[in-house]
């Protein structure tokens, strides 16, 4: 007797988003990658409380005004990978942006990471740090970075 297996899904692609300009070109790009592939979408974002204070420590916003925030422009995107023909969840973490998209691509099991970059020099990403490279860096699936929309 022969064993039936049926073809595997596809493991989900990894939006990594900011919910910013930058991050649009990327939204666009892993909605296309994920209907290509009929694939789920899984939207993450990182809420870094460090980027929330104010030199002296004053909060410029508070970690649960920034969630409900962002969980609205999560809806939106969520609203456009649907309109895709996109099956799309989020997941919204407390952390370094990096660390987190990682941390969630490989809980999900992802086929693919897809982040947006601000497109700086050297200088910059020395001072600003890069989330698209360290993603790059330290993903355990293959990573796509789409240049931001030019301004």
Same mark, same amino acid.
């Given at each position: 007797?022969?064993?039936?297996?049926? %073809?595997?899904? %596809?493991? %989900?692609? /990894?939006?990594?988003? !900011?919910?910013?300009?930058?991050?649009?070109?990327?939204?666009?790009?892993? $909605?296309?990658?994920?209907?290509? +592939? *009929?694939?789920?979408? /899984? $939207?993450?974002?990182?809420?870094?409380?460090?980027?929330?204070?104010?030199?002296?420590?004053? #909060? =410029?916003?508070?970690? !649960?005004?920034? +969630?409900?925030?962002?969980?609205?422009?999560?809806?939106?995107?969520?609203? +456009?990978?649907?309109?895709?023909?996109?099956?799309? =969840?989020?997941?919204? #973490?407390?952390? !370094?942006?990096?660390?987190?998209? $990682?941390?969630?691509?490989?809980?999900?099991?992802?086929? =693919?990471?897809?982040?947006?970059?601000? *497109? +700086?020099?050297? $200088?910059?990403?020395?001072?600003?740090?890069? /989330?698209?490279?360290?993603?790059?860096?330290?993903?355990?699936?293959?990573?796509?970075? /789409?240049?931001? !929309? %030019?301004?």
């Amino acid at each position: 007797m022969t064993a039936v297996t049926s %073809p595997t899904a %596809p493991g %989900p692609i /990894v939006l990594g988003t !900011d919910f910013g300009p930058v991050s649009a070109a990327a939204e666009r790009a892993a $909605i296309r990658v994920a209907a290509e +592939r *009929g694939a789920d979408l /899984v $939207i993450v974002h990182a809420i870094d409380a460090r980027t929330l204070r104010l030199p002296g420590g004053r #909060w =410029r916003e508070r970690v !649960d005004q920034a +969630r409900g925030r962002r969980e609205r422009e999560a809806a939106f995107a969520v609203a +456009r990978a649907r309109a895709g023909g996109v099956a799309a =969840r989020v997941l919204i #973490w407390n952390g !370094d942006p990096a660390t987190c998209v $990682i941390e969630a691509a490989k809980a999900e099991g992802a086929d =693919r990471i897809v982040v947006g970059c601000h *497109g +700086r020099g050297r $200088i910059g990403r020395l001072i600003a740090g890069s /989330v698209s490279a360290s993603v790059v860096g330290h993903a355990a699936c293959p990573v796509e970075i /789409v240049a931001a !929309d %030019p301004a």
